[in-house]
């Protein structure tokens, strides 16, 4: 049981990194290096991800086999920028509170913001200096998922799960797809929500036993 909780921590930070920052030269050979192989195939034998991790895969081998792979990072830079940076109408918002707040005048470092700030303070834990966002980024969501993965019962990470993720994560998800036109985020956005759901249901089986 503790290899496998290590293992969904490990996937829950891989995720977390992704959304956090711009993917750069070195990650990018990292994720498409041939130790990496065993990464993706051993995602790609979970059936309830086998899909989204391909087209993940496929994604990263594209942007590392363009002839000229600066221009095609600088284009994915400009594809995170907009999407998550960029408030507008062809943004997708990475925030909790802008999809869970009731009323129309929706806004950043909500209640979303604040819960998730006692969350961390619980767990004696921060926001990182260098990452200057609000506390209910998706981000920092799936980073403290994966601290919980370690340091708490299935049925503490299953309602944190519910309350914090599953109730905004898939139209999030389809925000990112119908705005992202290169189409890398809106295949991370897919295996994350994939993940989660699955993650999910299988918390509900360990927290029963």
């Not at 991800?49 to 400009?78: C, G, P, T, V």
């Not at 340091?151 to 999030?172: G, I, V, Y």
């Amino acid at each position: 049981m503790e290899q496998l909780n290590q293992g969904r921590a490990m996937l829950y930070n891989f995720l977390s990194g992704l959304f956090a920052r711009e993917l750069n030269a070195e990650r990018l050979s990292q994720l498409t290096s041939p130790e990496s192989k065993a990464f993706w195939q051993q995602l790609s034998s979970d059936p309830a991800l086998k899909q989204e991790a391909k087209l993940m895969e496929q994604k990263l081998q594209s942007i590392a086999w363009m002839q000229d792979r600066d221009k095609a990072l600088l284009e994915l830079a400009a594809d995170f920028c907009g999407l998550f940076l960029v408030g507008s109408k062809q943004s997708a918002s990475p925030y909790a509170g802008l999809y869970l707040q009731a009323d129309e005048d929706v806004t950043l470092f909500s209640e979303q913001h604040q819960q998730m700030l006692a969350f961390l303070q619980r767990s004696q834990l921060q926001l990182s200096g260098d990452f200057p966002e609000p506390a209910d980024h998706l981000a920092v969501i799936l980073a403290y998922q994966a601290h919980l993965c370690l340091n708490a019962s299935a049925s503490t990470q299953q309602e944190f799960l519910q309350e914090c993720l599953l109730s905004w994560l898939e139209p999030f998800c389809q925000r990112v797809t119908e705005c992202d036109r290169g189409g890398f985020y809106a295949a991370l956005a897919r295996l994350t929500l994939a993940f989660v759901q699955s993650d999910a249901e299988w918390l509900k089986g360990a927290a029963a036993h």
